[in-house]
């Protein structure tokens, strides 16, 4: 007897298991990202057959993302700048590319399928990559950009929720508390981006169309959220912006 998969919707429940997962990301980062990986191409293919189309997936790290991609149809395509995140997981894909998501190494209008999952805050100049992005994707394709909210609970990442007090204090109090430095250092490898810069981005870009902004991880109901200023910066974890080619 089959067994059918229940269609992918952004309710409550998915919320609640996104979450739980969420807090193995530190001990067990494999469960967490595949797990992630899973919800992530169920999400894009909501808005794109997935079927037979080139997809590049901008800092795509140790590979956690392919095999479900993969199995929705994609030919996957990763691009990360460092080596070390590449072979996290193991050997590193032949179809991987390094290189500078702020200077993407692809001609114009490549790609079917552009996607990047929490990238955009560890690049000093996001909406340069997210112009990038737009621009290696061919007329009719997808944009999908998904980053990590700033004053959102886990915008410190692991230096959370200290980061409400400054990135750079933050940063500090976990140097003295640990004896190191954290993996995402403020002004180096992690930057403050808001809720209001990604909206402000896709009013001012004009070479796709605006398909859907919405937090990624909460359920659908709560979008109105993005309309009030304050309160959307603190309850979006993460933002997604959907957008298609023109």
């Not at 807090?23 to 980062?29: A, I, L, N, R, V």
């Not at 997935?50 to 395509?77: C, I, N």
């Not at 919405?214 to 109901?221: D, E, G, I, S, V």
Request: proline share 5%.
């Amino acid at each position: 007897m089959l067994t059918r998969t229940p269609p992918w919707r952004a309710d409550l429940s998915r919320s609640l298991r996104l979450f739980r997962e969420f807090g193995h990301e530190q001990s067990d980062p494999a469960r967490f990202y595949t797990a992630l990986a899973r919800d992530s191409a169920d999400q894009v293919s909501q808005y794109h057959d997935l079927s037979g189309q080139l997809m590049l997936d901008v800092g795509g790290g140790p590979g956690y993302f392919r095999e479900a991609f993969e199995a929705a149809g994609a030919s996957y395509v990763a691009l990360d700048a460092d080596v070390g995140e590449l072979a996290g997981a193991g050997s590193i894909d032949a179809r991987t590319v390094l290189g500078s998501g702020m200077q993407l190494p692809f001609r114009d209008a490549a790609v079917d399928v552009c996607y990047s999952s929490n990238v955009l805050e560890h690049v000093e100049h996001p909406w340069q990559m997210a112009a990038e992005m737009v621009r290696v994707t061919r007329p009719g394709g997808l944009v999908f950009i998904s980053y990590t909210t700033w004053w959102g609970p886990w915008g410190g990442h692991e230096t959370a929720p200290w980061h409400y007090l400054g990135g750079r204090r933050a940063r500090r109090r976990y140097a003295r508390r640990h004896g190191h430095e954290p993996k995402n250092k403020f002004g180096e490898s992690l930057f403050a981006v808001s809720v209001a810069d990604g909206l402000r981005w896709v009013r001012t870009q004009q070479e796709a169309d605006v398909v859907h902004v919405l937090p990624r991880y909460n359920p659908w109901w709560s979008r109105w959220l993005l309309r009030v200023p304050v309160v959307r910066e603190v309850v979006t974890w993460n933002l997604v912006l959907v957008l298609r080619k023109r």
